[in-house]
């Protein structure tokens, strides 16, 4: 199915480096699948044994990211959740990605998260930022502090989201410690994404003018520990501390799986009223250090659950869908007069939208059509059977493929969201005139083919997508139709569907097969055969649909 070409230009993500090698970040452009591998024909080479040849790829469908294993050795994980070979996973902003010795962070082109800078101080003051000794962590928290651990563990698994749990953390510390300030933050460059804060007098948010110290954040990050910054080891304060007027700073990395996803920062200022006097006491270092270690498996065991979901919800949509397919498809062969037709259709793993059908029609005419629902699931199913619905009635009330597509164009150009439409060709196959009256409403997957000669592509005017354009008319085209012809419909799932380096299977593919074909059954199993060797597995990556329908002499011939 062919989308707006707004709708994939502009779209892409990021993976950022968390962990492994160096590695710059890297952008992923939505128009065609991206391999990742260590073979050199990958889009993205990742050189490191324990990266296979070709390893995991990520592909854009319906304005949604997946990507797939293509049966890597070591795994690819999202969340921590080792995927399924061969099995489109969805991602999507902040997911952590890890193939062989590196994780990546996903940033989307919608995410847009609040940031706030940091103060460059890191040449003036980072003598003054120290490692927090292990000793020191060892401390034991007086009863309080104790208590409040034993809480805050306690309250984690009812936190339903990442919001909900910066929230506790966030609470806990505050209440634990006597520090003004108290901030859930992730780098994203030189400057910080916000995740969570609590200010002096409650504030929920920093004033415009607030930054972050940089120093802190990059020995934290350098040391993989706990480090802290005090006023009180320097008689003369460098003036960047001055301006910010912090006097105590702490910063505790938050790990997942031993990679550093996000920081704790905490920080008393002079002009903050309490801050002026305020001192850490002795055990603070290892109650903020017992919260850190606490959240980060916490955070791991969310999102790992939160992948898990995702997966489970496009399974449910997926089979739902398709058991609304099922009712609605006709018998897999059959013969309708002097037409005899054979189809197959395999729901994929990511969109359940086709639809076909072929129907009888007085005079001894035929119609049928296939096409494509944008989007997945449920919402796909129920456009599918409206717009098939109504096809029908129109089909038999005109007998005629534009005057029913420009019927059924008014009513779902009102019905379907903003963004959906649906890919469809639809003809009539006439007899007594040896002729297919047809339109082509921006489908473009078909062939036709005469005898033993091999398929080929027809040029035709076309129209635009159903649902885009309710002013704008469809005017039926036609073609000679004799005894021995034979159209080839399929869905854009059998062309596209990527092999395991992320290659498409394509329309020259497409032909040579069928070429080889000397019937309608042949042809249809023949693809489907093609396409599982092609893909290396028989979970293909989107719904496949094709059908052949051949006029053949008389009115009784058999399949």
């Not at 035929?366 to 129920?382: E, R, S, T």
Request: proline content about 6%; overall charge negative; aromatic content about 6%.
């Amino acid at each position: 199915m062919s989308a707006p070409e707004s709708s994939l230009s502009t779209r892409f993500i990021k993976l950022e480096p968390l962990a492994g090698p160096p590695i710059e970040s890297f952008t992923i452009a939505g128009d065609k699948p991206c391999s990742l591998g260590r073979q050199g024909i990958c889009d993205v080479q990742l050189p490191d044994r324990t990266v296979s040849r070709r390893h995991a790829v990520v592909s854009f469908k319906d304005d949604v990211w997946f990507m797939t294993d293509l049966e890597s050795r070591h795994g690819t994980y999202i969340n921590g959740v080792r995927l399924e070979v061969n099995t489109p996973t969805r991602i999507g902003e902040g997911n952590l990605i890890r193939l062989g010795p590196w994780t990546f962070r996903v940033r989307t082109s919608e995410s847009a998260p609040s940031t706030l800078p940091t103060t460059n101080d890191v040449a003036s003051s980072s003598h003054r930022v120290q490692r927090v000794p292990k000793q020191e962590l060892k401390t034991v928290p007086h009863q309080e502090r104790l208590n409040l651990l034993i809480e805050f563990a306690g309250a984690l698994p009812a936190a339903k989201d990442e919001k909900t749990l910066g929230q506790a953390m966030i609470q806990v510390v505050v209440r634990g410690t006597s520090f003004a300030r108290a901030a859930w933050i992730r780098k994203r460059g030189a400057d910080v994404e916000l995740l969570g804060y609590h200010g002096p007098g409650g504030a929920e948010a920093p004033s415009t003018s607030f930054a972050f110290s940089r120093s802190l954040l990059n020995a934290a990050e350098q040391s993989k520990g706990m480090v802290r910054l005090s006023s009180e080891s320097q008689q003369n304060p460098t003036h960047s501390m001055m301006d910010l007027g912090i006097h105590s700073a702490i910063c505790i990395p938050v790990f997942i799986d031993e990679t550093i996803d996000s920081f704790l920062y905490l920080d008393a200022r002079a002009q903050e009223g309490a801050g002026q006097t305020a001192r850490v006491e002795s055990d603070s270092a290892a109650f903020c250090d017992a919260v850190g270690r606490i959240v980060g498996p916490a955070l791991g065991n969310l999102n790992r659950r939160h992948t898990e979901e995702q997966n489970e919800e496009i399974l449910r949509e997926v089979q739902a869908a398709g058991s609304a397919q099922k009712l609605l498809l006709p018998p897999p062969h059959g013969q309708l007069g002097q037409f005899a037709y054979y189809m197959r259709l395999r729901p994929g793993r990511i969109v359940a939208g086709d639809l076909f059908n072929i129907v009888e029609l007085p005079g001894g005419k035929v119609a049928a059509y296939l096409g494509d629902v944008a989007g997945k699931g449920v919402g796909a199913a129920i456009n599918m059977a409206t717009t098939q619905t109504m096809l029908d009635i129109k089909l038999r009330e005109s007998l005629d493929p534009a005057v029913a597509l420009n019927a059924v164009n008014q009513v779902i150009s009102r019905q379907l969201p903003d963004g959906k439409f649906v890919s469809l060709w639809c003809g009539v196959f006439d007899a007594q005139n040896g002729i297919v009256r047809f339109v082509d409403a921006g489908h473009g997957h078909w062939l036709m083919r005469t005898g033993t000669y091999k398929p080929q592509r027809v040029t035709v005017e076309g129209g635009t997508l159903l649902g885009v354009a309710p002013e704008t008319p469809y005017v039926a085209e036609q073609r000679p139709f004799p005894v021995g012809s034979r159209l080839i419909l399929f869905s854009d799932g059998v062309v596209e569907q990527p092999a395991p380096d992320g290659e498409q299977f394509g329309l020259d593919r497409m032909i040579d097969t069928l070429a080889a074909a000397d019937s309608t059954d042949a042809e249809i199993n023949g693809i489907f055969d093609a396409l599982k060797k092609f893909a290396g597995t028989s979970a293909l990556a989107d719904d496949v649909t094709v059908a052949s329908i051949e006029r053949r002499e008389g009115s009784t011939a058999g399949l």
